[in-house]
């Protein structure tokens, strides 16, 4: 029984999954007519950021991400991403009602 036919189309997805998923399908080489070279960077680099923590604070950390089913370092992520959110939206506020002098 034949293979069947893959697909010639290059998946329009931001989804890590579902483009792994086709690339596991695929070869790079059936796609050389629709590839084009990238002059700047595509993903920006993180800047890691070390936080010391007491032994509680860590164990009472890893407890919450265990029970949000997500990693220690994506809460934190998480929860200072909520926060700069919040400070942006009150100097955004703050500028609203006229404050000339920021």
Known sequence: MA?????????RTDSIQELAKFWDSHDLTDFEDHLEEVKKAVFARSAPIKVQLQAAEAKALAQLASQRGVSREELIRTWVL???????????????RGDKND
């Open 3 to 11: 293979e069947p036919m893959k697909s010639r189309k290059l998946p």
């Open 82 to 96: 909520q926060r700069l959110s919040r400070q942006n939206g009150a100097r955004a506020r703050y500028r609203r």
